[in-house]
């Protein structure tokens, strides 16, 4: 026996040199840090993204999760608010993590980024951002510029070509001002003139002077390109002036929440662009495709939540992200998961085929885009064109 140690002392170290070294770690499961606007202003898409999260888990885990560990999302409200945003991520990049999700604003997104500019990943729900190809930020669904380009094709075709545009002043409506006055200057879109152009804070009561300045600029339709309430008081607007055209906005807004709030003052016809996954007849998808929305689907049925937008704002990036980790480990480095996710190619999801290296950082374009039309009779999203925006009727 060896000196100094009592006969306990060794027999508990020869249990533990007997016992697996993995074994207990080996069930601990892997906690992956989500930004998200629980609260505030844009908590219809955050609330709504933590729900797909968390049936996320359960089919990760059913799937043998991140090498047998389970995956765990941990939540932290960032508000609806940038500074709160960095606060939290100042907070858990101190702790160096590989990876980050959310948050699912521009506004958070953009205000995160500098933070992970050596990492960890940020993979951003808000299709608004548009990270440098390479950078440690990667942005969840298709493009602003692409909806909006499918809209507008939409639009053409059904003779549509005298527009009104009315976005917000924060970072989404700035960004999808910018795509959208260069989007009128392309050939594929010549014939549309943007008849007026007003902006407003996303704070204000009322948009009643800017709307009255589009309706008396005679559109044929109107763009309204802002999310949660601050969309909802431009409907107000548009209603109370009897502008009755039809209106465009961001897939942002495409939640059922949304249009419940919104039912007593929503256009009567209201256009979002989207990624091809509301159910629809004559789909014709890739069947790695179909058979990822079914397994989205069925994950929501026994929950009484009906999955939207937002649901696949957040259900993509994190299956995207478990795939790689499974590959490099779920202890990998910011740089080695980053790398991984770049390689992505035919990753088959909810909103489409992932392909990282021709488009860097997102993975989806304009050919993963539809137009839909809200159905309030059948409450949900009816889609009328082709991919890419091509009317379907």
């Known amino acids: 026996m060896a000196r100094g140690l009592p006969f306990y002392a060794l027999a508990l170290a020869a249990v533990a040199a007997l016992a697996p070294p993995q074994s207990a770690r080996a069930a601990d499961p892997v906690s992956i840090n989500v930004v998200l606007p629980l609260t505030g202003g844009g908590s219809f898409l955050g609330q709504q993204e933590q729900a797909s999260l968390q049936r996320a888990e359960a089919i990760i885990a059913e799937s043998g999760g991140i090498g047998g560990r389970p995956v765990k999302f941990t939540f932290h409200d960032d508000q609806s608010s940038p500074q709160v945003a960095v606060q939290i991520a100042t907070r858990l990049v101190a702790a160096k993590p590989n990876v980050i999700l959310g948050s699912g604003l521009v506004a958070m997104c953009n205000a995160m980024a500098p933070l992970m500019r ?20 990667f942005s969840s669904g298709v493009s602003t510029k692409d909806l909006a380009a499918a809209l507008l094709t939409y639009w053409k075709a059904k ?80 209603t109370a002036a009897g502008l009755d055209v039809p209106v465009g906005t ?17 256009p009567r016809e209201l256009y979002i662009p989207s990624a091809e996954w509301p159910p629809h007849p004559g789909k014709t998808l890739p069947a790695a495709v179909e058979e990822a929305q079914e397994r989205f689907f069925a994950a929501f ?27 490099v480990g779920a202890d990998a480095t910011p740089e080695a998961l980053r790398e991984r996710l770049a390689r992505t190619q035919g990753f088959a999801g909810v909103n489409g085929v992932y392909d990282m290296q021709r488009l860097p950082q997102r993975g989806l374009d304009l050919d993963s885009v539809v137009v839909t039309r809200w159905d309030a009779q059948a409450n949900t999203w009816k889609v009328v064109s082709k991919p890419r925006g091509a009317p379907a009727e």
């Open 250 to 266: 961001t897939n942002g807004n495409m939640t059922y929440a949304q249009m419940q709030g919104f039912a007593a003052f929503l």
């Open 301 to 327: 049925q026994a929950t009484g939540i009906k999955p939207d937008a937002s649901s696949t704002f957040s259900w993509d990036p994190a299956m995207l992200v478990v795939a790689a980790l499974r590959d």
């Open 118 to 137: 050596r990492g960890p990943v940020l993979y951003c729900f808000s299709p608004g951002v548009y990270p440098e190809p390479g950078s440690y930020m």
């Open 159 to 238: 003779g549509i070509t005298r527009i009104g545009l009315i976005t917000s002043t924060d970072a989404s409506g700035q960004d999808a001002l910018r795509n959208i006055l260069e989007l009128v200057a392309r050939p594929e879109h010549a014939g549309i003139t943007l008849v007026e152009q007003q902006r407003f804070n996303p704070t204000d009561v009322s948009a009643a002077a800017q709307i009255e300045r589009i309706k008396a600029a005679d559109p044929q339709a109107v763009i309204a390109w802002s999310t949660g309430s601050a969309v909802g008081t431009v409907f107000k607007a548009i």
